[in-house]
């Protein structure tokens, strides 16, 4: 089933990329069919067809506004959530304005610096977000994080790249799927500082430049779970259309030590999250 879905992902990439270049670049907004079933509920991290992506499910056929196929047949991995419902009980988070597009459970590490006053400051992050879309509605959705968490912060592994192995070999994602990156870029709008990037343009939409969005914080919440996690947060698209809004909650870990000794090294610090992509072009 595998090699043919890839076989599949891979014809329809072709096709696509044949029609995307005799498109101009707004083509490519798909509207995604509902959903209002949830997912196939197999189990699997995979659709279970080829085509079997956000495609399908109870609507026969996919309902496209111009000649493209969906945009999730590139990938022929994942589920329809727009009609899921995020959850930011507990906190103070603004309600979303889009629909959701994609959830990914990050798992990476918080990075930080000692500074003078003797305690951290944040340098950044780095996280692989992995494709959960089609665990929504099942009943080991709302743990993952603490799946997650558990499986990442146990392993002996520092390393971001390991963690694709360290959720299947866990069993916390049975065969894991990127969609991609999280990681920190100077601010493209002011040239200075540092700005979140989600980048899925090396793995769930791989090949298509502009599968990337750079986030301006709007809002930011202590996590509800407790002061051992990093806050919650709501940020809007500066630049990119992966998405218009990036919620960061279901946080686990990745705060620092309360205090440092000035000139020590640099730390990161094991982390998860949920993150909840909305809107955006694809
Ligand atoms: C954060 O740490 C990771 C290692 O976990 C590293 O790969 C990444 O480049 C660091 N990012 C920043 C902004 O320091
Ligand atoms: C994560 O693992 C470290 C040991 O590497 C441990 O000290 C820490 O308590 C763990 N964190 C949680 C929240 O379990
Ligand atoms: C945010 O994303 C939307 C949807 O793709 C796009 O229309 C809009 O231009 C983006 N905004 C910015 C500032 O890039």
């Given at each position: 089933?595998?090699?043919?879905?890839?076989?599949?992902?891979?014809?329809?990439?072709?096709?696509?990329?044949?029609?995307?270049?005799?498109?101009?670049?707004?083509?490519?907004?798909?509207?995604?069919?509902?959903?209002?079933?949830?997912?196939?509920?197999?189990?699997?991290?995979?659709?279970?067809?080829?085509?079997?992506?956000?495609?399908?499910?109870?609507?026969?056929?996919?309902?496209?506004?111009?000649?493209?196929?969906?945009?999730?047949?590139?990938?022929?991995?994942?589920?329809?959530?727009?009609?899921?419902?995020?959850?930011?009980?507990?906190?103070?988070?603004?309600?979303?304005?889009?629909?959701?597009?994609?959830?990914?459970?990050?798992?990476?590490?918080?990075?930080?610096?000692?500074?003078?006053?003797?305690?951290?400051?944040?340098?950044?992050?780095?996280?692989?977000?992995?494709?959960?879309?089609?665990?929504?509605?099942?009943?080991?959705?709302?743990?993952?994080?603490?799946?997650?968490?558990?499986?990442?912060?146990?392993?002996?592994?520092?390393?971001?790249?390991?963690?694709?192995?360290?959720?299947?070999?866990?069993?916390?994602?049975?065969?894991?799927?990127?969609?991609?990156?999280?990681?920190?870029?100077?601010?493209?709008?002011?040239?200075?500082?540092?700005?979140?990037?989600?980048?899925?343009?090396s793995n769930a939409l791989a090949g298509d430049?502009?599968?990337?969005?750079?986030?301006?914080?709007?809002?930011?919440?202590?996590?509800?779970?407790?002061?051992?996690?990093?806050?919650?947060?709501?940020?809007?698209?500066?630049?990119?259309?992966?998405?218009?809004?990036?919620?960061?909650?279901?946080?686990?870990?990745?705060?620092?030590?309360?205090?440092?000794?000035?000139?020590?090294?640099?730390?990161?610090?094991?982390?998860?999250?949920?993150?909840?992509?909305?809107?955006?072009?694809?």
């Amino acid at each position: 089933m595998f090699t043919l879905t890839k076989t599949f992902a891979l014809l329809a990439l072709l096709v696509q990329t044949q029609l995307a270049s005799a498109a101009p670049a707004q083509a490519r907004q798909t509207p995604r069919p509902s959903s209002p079933n949830g997912p196939s509920g197999s189990g699997s991290q995979f659709a279970s067809a080829p085509g079997g992506g956000r495609g399908s499910g109870s609507t026969s056929t996919p309902t496209t506004t111009g000649s493209s196929p969906p945009q999730d047949l590139t990938t022929g991995t994942a589920c329809d959530v727009s009609t899921a419902s995020i959850d930011t009980s507990g906190t103070t988070l603004p309600a979303p304005s889009f629909a959701p597009s994609f959830i990914g459970l990050g798992v990476g590490t918080q990075n930080y610096t000692c500074g003078s006053a003797g305690t951290y400051t944040s340098t950044g992050a780095f996280a692989e977000l992995f494709d959960v879309s089609c665990l929504v509605g099942q009943s080991d959705f709302t743990s993952l994080q603490t799946t997650a968490f558990a499986a990442w912060n146990s392993s002996t592994s520092t390393s971001v790249t390991s963690t694709s192995d360290i959720m299947s070999s866990s069993g916390v994602l049975s065969s894991p799927i990127t969609l991609g990156q999280h990681y920190f870029i100077t601010n493209p709008l002011t040239g200075s500082g540092l700005s979140p990037k989600w980048d899925f343009t090396s793995n769930a939409l791989a090949g298509d430049a502009d599968a990337f969005v750079v986030g301006t914080k709007v809002d930011d919440v202590a996590a509800p779970t407790g002061s051992a996690d990093v806050d919650w947060l709501y940020l809007t698209n500066a630049t990119g259309i992966l998405a218009n809004e990036i919620y960061r909650i279901d946080t686990q870990g990745g705060q620092p030590p309360a205090s440092c000794t000035a000139g020590t090294a640099d730390i990161t610090v094991k982390y998860t999250a949920m993150y909840w992509l909305t809107g955006g072009s694809f």
